[in-house]
């Protein structure tokens, strides 16, 4: 089929004309600095904040802010927790925060958190699957990266590469994914763009050098009280890949330049909610994203026995 993308010439990849016509269609609809950076700094104190770089785009520097608990101790397990590498997957990015407001305390004494609510800055603001160079962040945790919130995230775990246990990455699915984002990726590489289902439901791609099945099914348990989860097509698949468990299928994260594949750790996972679907709501996704980190790390730290439901926010 051809790509229906109204920038370039059907099977010519971009260039820098064609990406500034993309650039000069995308406009701010929300601010990270109100949204983001306003609840990470309502947490000082309980955590330490960590302005891990900073990106600039048309004028405009976003920081790049990372949530540490406090006194990190060597022999302590270390728990990742990232959020909006996707910008416009709005749930992963309050998922964390969420996480972070009323869940992380449950486990202090046991781990240490390493919370990074929205990797992707510009691109939550103007409510975007890429940075504002048309380059995607989850496909760019690879050296060199070309993208430069990749790059700066690779660079803040580096040090603590041995001490990883798990990272949750927080991503959702919704009906742009096949009405802007998938053409405009098929037209910017110059490929013919082939419709896909978008799947109704909660999911999770393991790594396939880790798969950990257990792991997975144990989070999908745990979100199945809060949302429901996403069944196979007639073919056994969810998004192409074979589902391996309920709820789960797996990518080979590293040679993809996933932000799954950025740490060592034993335990990883990334979600995907479908906010769009008449059976949930945008509200339940963040609920279901919290659900996930916190069995996630009830599985990692081996207490699986306490309750992996969440609390509920107030009001």
């Known amino acids: 089929m051809s790509t229906p993308y109204p920038i ?3 099977g010519q990849p971009w260039g820098p004309a064609e ?3 993309w650039l000069a269609r995308q406009v701010k609809q929300r601010s990270h600095a109100t949204d983001v950076v306003a609840r990470i700094e309502a947490l000082r104190g309980r955590f330490d904040v960590i302005e891990y770089g900073r990106v600039a785009y048309g004028g405009e520097a976003y920081p790049l802010l990372a949530l540490a608990s406090p006194g990190w101790r060597r ?3 270390l728990l990742l927790v990232t959020g909006g590498v996707h910008g416009y997957e709005t749930s992963g990015v309050h998922g964390a925060l969420a996480f972070a407001e009323r869940e992380a305390a449950r486990f202090s004494g046991e781990a240490d958190w390493l ?3 929205c990797v992707s800055p510009w691109a939550y603001e103007h409510i975007q699957r890429w940075n504002a160079e048309a380059v995607d962040p989850n496909r760019s945790f690879r050296e060199p990266s070309p993208a430069a919130e990749s790059a700066a995230l690779m660079h803040l775990v580096a040090p603590w590469q041995d001490r990883f246990r798990l990272h949750i990455d927080l991503h959702e699915t919704t009906d742009s994914d096949e009405g802007e984002f998938r053409p405009a990726l098929a037209a910017r590489d110059g490929k013919p763009f082939q419709p896909g289902l978008v799947p109704d439901g ?6 396939t ?3 950990a099945l257990a792991f997975q099914s144990h989070i999908i348990e745990a979100v199945a009280r809060v949302t429901h989860i996403a069944p196979p097509d007639a073919a056994g698949r969810i998004i192409g890949e074979p589902v391996v ?3 789960v299928i797996l990518y080979d994260c590293r040679p993809l330049g996933l932000c799954a594949g950025l740490t ?3 335990f990883v996972t990334t979600t995907e909610v479908y906010p769009d679907s008449p059976r949930t709501t945008p509200a339940a996704c963040i609920e279901a994203q919290v659900a996930a980190v916190v069995a996630a790390a009830e599985y990692a730290l081996g207490f699986t026995s306490r309750s992996a439901a969440p609390s509920r926010p107030p009001g």
């Open 19 to 21: 990406r500034a016509a």
């Open 202 to 207: 909660f999911y999770l791609v393991g790594d």
């Open 209 to 211: 050098g880790r798969p």
């Open 8 to 10: 370039g010439t059907p």
């Open 245 to 247: 468990a309920p709820g």
């Open 264 to 266: 060592e750790a034993p």
């Open 75 to 77: 022999e302590r397990p």
């Open 115 to 117: 919370v990074v609510p």
